[in-house]
T-cell receptor
């Protein structure tokens, strides 16, 4: 069966520091991969999605970037964090084509101080 | 216009009773999909149920059913026999063609509290 791993679960970082959040998927090949951010008490905002290795699309201009160095690995990065980058970050995958049901990781709570 | 509208910020239900969470959507794409997700306090988004726009019957998954009314553009989630573990945020979402690819848009959620 397919599983998705996301880490770390919690992160506290100072303003101006770099960021790297990692997500890996097991049990499937060529998944679509997604990074979302959820502000407190809000819905999900799509940040990036990827349909293949090295293929990244950005939904919202921001201080963040994403990379997909391997088929089942998706990384969210920042060179210098801002206070506004605080939030709950969720990685998700879906099978290529079909219903596009997205399955989520456990999430990372990022606090930028 | 909002693509997904959830008008109930919070709902209460007595344990063992049924509850309906409302969701309306807006799209001009004839082929779309509707989803419901549950988010407990731990934060993980858990997929519950899916309904395709061409599906003739309402989707059901155990105690969850989706009341799909296409003409009204509504996709309400019905939870039967509520349990304390059902207390969580519930998000309605829709997949449609947006900006050249199949995109999923989420509503702002409804907080459900099950009362013993």
């Amino acid at each position: 069966s397919q599983t998705i791993h996301q880490w770390p679960a919690t992160l506290v970082q100072p303003v101006g520091s770099p960021l790297s959040l990692e997500c890996t998927v097991e049990g499937t090949s060529n998944p679509n991969l997604y990074w979302y951010r959820q502000a407190a008490g809000r819905g999900l905002q799509l940040l990036f999605y990827s349909v293949g290795i090295g293929q990244i699309s950005s939904e919202v201009p921001q201080n963040l970037s994403a990379s997909r160095p391997q088929d089942r690995q998706f990384i969210l990065s920042s060179k210098k964090l801002l206070l506004s980058d605080s939030g709950f970050y969720l990685c998700a995958w879906s099978a290529s084509g079909g219903k596009n049901i997205q399955y989520f990781g456990a999430g990372t709570r990022l606090s930028v101080l | 216009a909002q693509k997904i509208t959830q008008t109930q910020p919070g709902m209460f239900v007595q344990e063992k009773e049924a509850v309906t969470l409302d969701c309306t959507y807006d799209t001009s794409d004839p082929s779309y999909g509707l989803f419901w997700y549950k988010q407990p306090s731990s934060g993980e988004m858990i997929f519950l149920i899916y309904q395709g726009s061409y599906d003739q019957q309402n989707a059901t998954e155990g105690r969850y059913s989706l009341n799909f009314q296409k003409a009204r553009k509504s996709a309400n989630l019905v939870i039967s026999a509520s349990q304390l573990g059902d207390s969580a945020m519930y998000f309605c979402a829709m997949r449609d063609l947006s900006g050249g690819y199949q995109k999923v848009t989420f509503g702002i959620g409804t907080k459900l509290q099950v009362i013993p």
